[in-house]
């Protein structure tokens, strides 16, 4: 069982910058794929940014450029530098994992969410 805490949540002016953090309770080594999901408030839960177990990354396209997904194994933590926000990019963040047990079954393990709001 993985458990997934966000940190790093907060108050900044549009065109600043957070860091979030998602430290797993489990070796990351062990996780096939973590991800960033964002829902604003009245919308739909999105995919931000995700990071496999080799590395590979994806990002949606209205953050390219702006955000970048990282790993610490070492820390069993997640990062997502945010740059130059938006007022748009203010929504409550998930941190996201998907690991496959041993049994070969699949599993999905979400964060509580960190609230990251963008003054205009």
């Known amino acids: 069982q993985v458990q997934l805490v966000e940190s790093g949540g907060g108050l900044v002016q549009a065109g600043g910058s957070l860091r979030l953090s998602c430290a797993a309770s489990a070796s990351i080594f062990s996780i096939d794929t973590m991800a960033w999901y964002r829902q604003a408030a009245g919308k739909q839960r999105d995919t931000v940014a995700r990071?496999?177990?080799?590395?590979?990354?994806n990002y949606a396209d209205s953050v390219k450029g702006r955000f970048t997904i990282s790993r610490d194994n070492a820390e069993n933590t997640v990062y997502l530098q945010m740059n130059s926000l938006k007022p748009e990019d203010t929504a409550v963040y998930y941190c996201?994992?998907?690991?496959?047990?041993?049994?070969?079954?699949?599993?999905?393990?979400w964060g509580k969410g960190t609230l990251v709001t963008v003054s205009s």
């Open positions: 990071i496999t177990s080799d590395g590979s990354t």
């Open positions: 996201y994992a998907y690991r496959v047990n041993r049994l070969g079954i699949g599993v999905d393990y």
